[in-house]
């Protein structure tokens, strides 16, 4: 079978090795181990700061386009006067694949959404990364490509896979995952919800991800009498602004920069809360990994983290010693999680639950139980089904 791979993603070269995006690098590699050949198009340079990954699979076909960017009147002209070029090699390297798989969202990949139209009988997924909330306020070349994708007119044998699950979806959009974990590293993470109380933040320190949400939260409940502490794993450009918020109001939160995910494993393990207040999200990997060690996360209701979370399933009503009145904001309590309204709410459910004990218990194992279920094996069978279907 011969597998074409259409993605926004880079793909370089260091040394004599092609490298991409880490995460992306995983993933691509299970894609690949389940077909005779591979070709890759997609952009084959990139002036940011990434961390990159050698494929483990080095023996497949990259054709190298252009980035299609439109931030500036000059980039718009350029990528226009691209876009017909990029059409053509998109037609041929279709024509000659057995298998089309899109990643979504992109400018190249809205392109070839378009493109694929014209190619009814062909087998073709879709990983469609972003947040495909209906109702999310997004760009414009985003909201086309859930329009193109979804319509079972214009889009044929294809199967869209995106994070969570929406109401009202067309036969082609297919609820999906991703993993970080094997089955092997499953364990009883067991919690023992004790002061101090550990809060987690692991991703980049920007202003889409709010961090400094966090700091805030940390401040109040220690001047509430709730011992406390953050602890940040990452870098950005507000290391620095957090830093001084800490230290001009003396809160206990502490900053690791990057790290290993053997060192990300430990904190998890010693964390009782994740927090993630983030602006647009797609699968929110910090908030699955977390749930894996029992953390409780308490994130925004951004993408598919409400159905992460557990939102619409009860937690503990059949448990009339269960005392959900006391300053509980039940619509924003999940089975396996919080919803981080303002921090105000947010401080008033986590001191009703952590008065009690039995069900920030069961929630921290109801997130864990959930977490252990997306494991890469898991995510490697359901490669091979939509390879092989």
């Known amino acids: 079978m011969n597998l074409l791979i259409i993605s926004d993603a880079p793909i370089l070269i260091q040394g004599d090795k092609k490298v991409a995006y880490a995460p992306y690098v995983k993933e691509m590699d299970l894609w690949m181990h389940h077909v005779d050949s591979t070709t890759f198009i997609s952009p084959d340079c990139f002036n940011g ?45 279709f024509a000659k694949a057995d298998h089309i798989h899109l990643r979504c969202p992109g ?10 139209v014209f190619f009814p009988t062909k087998k073709k997924t879709v990983k469609y990364a972003g947040n495909f909330d209906p109702n999310a306020t997004q760009p414009m070349a985003y909201r086309w490509q859930k329009r193109i994708l979804s319509n079972t007119f214009l889009t044929k044998n294809i199967d869209v896979l995106v994070y969570g699950e929406w109401p009202q979806q067309t036969i082609n959009i297919k609820p999906f995952f991703t993993a970080t974990y094997s089955e092997n590293d499953r364990g009883n993470f067991t919690k023992d919800f004790k002061e ?11 202003q889409n991800k709010n961090p400094q949400l966090l700091v805030e939260l940390i401040k109040q409940l220690n001047k509430e009498g709730v011992a406390a502490q953050a602890h940040f794993y990452g870098d950005g450009p507000m290391m620095e ?17 990057n790290q290993s ?9 010693k964390a009782h809360f994740c927090f993630l207040a983030s602006k647009s999200e797609g699968w929110p990997k910090a908030v699955a990994e977390s749930m894996w060690y029992g953390c409780i996360p308490i994130a925004t209701p951004v993408s598919c983290v409400p159905w992460m979370l557990g939102i619409k399933e009860k937690l503990g009503e059949e448990n009339d010693q269960v005392d959900f009145t006391n300053g ?8 396996r999680g919080l919803i981080y309204t303002d921090k105000d709410q947010t401080i008033l459910n986590l001191k009703s639950l952590l008065r009690n004990p039995a069900v920030i218990k069961m929630m921290s194992q109801n997130a864990k139980d959930w977490s252990q279920d997306y494991t890469i094996e898991k995510f490697e069978r359901e490669i091979i089904k939509l390879v092989q279907s």
């Open 49 to 93: 700061h990434i961390l990159f990954q050698e494929f483990k699979n080095q023996d497949f076909k990259q054709i190298g386009l252009r980035r299609l960017e439109f931030h500036t009147l000059w980039s718009a002209l350029i990528s226009m006067f691209t876009v017909p070029y990029q059409f053509f090699v998109l037609c041929f390297a």
């Open 196 to 206: 101090l109380y550990q809060f987690i933040f692991v991703g980049t320190l920007s």
């Open 107 to 116: 400018n190249l990949a809205l392109l070839a959404s378009m493109v694929q």
């Open 328 to 335: 509980l904001d039940l619509k924003s309590i999940g089975s």
């Open 241 to 257: 602004e957090l830093k001084i918020m800490t230290d001009s109001h003396s809160t206990p939160c502490y900053f690791y920069g």
């Open 261 to 269: 995910s053997e060192v990300l494993k430990v904190a998890y393990e």
